[in-house]
T-cell receptor
Framework: AQTVTQSQPEMSVQEAETVTLSCTYD???????LFWYKQPPSRQMILVIR??????QNATENRFSVNFQKAAKSFSLKISDSQLGDAAMYFC?????????????FGQGTILTVHP | DAGITQSPRHKVTETGTPVTLRCHQT?????MYWYRQDPGHGLRLIHY???????DKGEVSDGYSVSRSKTEDFLLTLESATSSQTSVYFC??????????FGSGTRLTVV
């Protein structure tokens, strides 16, 4: 079975500052995918960033980057130069492949508040 | 989102009544999923489908059934709605490379 844990129910950051959201996971598979999704009040699930486990290099998308520590099973999201529009619920998710191919396991979510 | 629509967007129903939620895709993707979102739990998988008439249970399948008679449609049925099924329901599809697209969600309230 796969598990994803987000230990920070809420985080806050000042506009233009940097914030890091934590995520740990567990799987026995060696090949898997990790995701960060953003959910604003509109409820829409928006892909922020995606990491393939076999890739050593950390994924980046503009102001968003991850710190992927495979041995520690950690997958944190760093948001640089935070903007008011970054305020949302953020979910970490795992697709573990094998018999779980296609199925996403989500963490509990972290609510991010951005202060002007 | 483009390529996937859920209906209805909101629904209020009474305990004990059957409810069907619909997910429709225009991407011709093989995989379709139903998730529920509850505070403190994130999204949890209810059922998924890997082809027409091919479905399987997810983590929280009790009280739910699904059907997929066409590639584009995936229906979720609550046989007899209970208050514990009050939730936001998301449909998702995935294509090659595990690229997921989510619907806009259905807020279901069981009174």
């Amino acid at each position: 079975a796969q598990t994803v844990t987000q230990s920070q129910p809420e985080m806050s950051v000042q506009e233009a500052e940097t914030v890091t959201l934590s995520c740990t996971y567990d799987t026995s598979e060696s090949d898997y995918y990790l995701f960060w999704y953003k959910q604003p009040p509109s409820r829409q699930m928006i892909l922020v960033i995606r990491q393939e486990a076999y890739k050593q290099q950390n994924a980046t998308e503009n102001r968003f980057s991850v710190n992927f520590q495979k041995a520690a099973k950690s997958f944190s999201l760093k948001i640089s130069d935070s903007q008011l529009g970054d305020a949302a619920m953020y979910f970490c998710a795992l697709n573990a492949g094998g018999t779980s191919y296609g199925k996403l396991t989500f963490g509990q979510g972290t609510i991010l508040t951005v202060h002007p | 989102d483009a390529g996937i629509t859920q209906s209805p967007r909101h629904k209020v129903t009474e305990t004990g009544t059957p409810v069907t939620l619909r997910c429709h895709q225009t991407e011709n993707h093989r995989y379709m999923y139903w998730y529920r979102q509850d505070p403190g739990h994130g999204l949890r998988l209810i059922h998924y489908s890997y082809g027409v008439k091919d479905t399987d249970k997810g983590e929280v399948s009790d009280g739910y059934s699904v059907s997929r008679s066409k590639t584009e449609d995936f229906l979720l049925t609550l046989e007899s709605a209970t208050s514990s099924q009050t939730s936001v329901y998301f449909c998702a599809i995935s294509g090659t490379g595990l690229r997921y697209t989510f619907g806009s969600g259905t807020r279901l309230t069981v009174v």
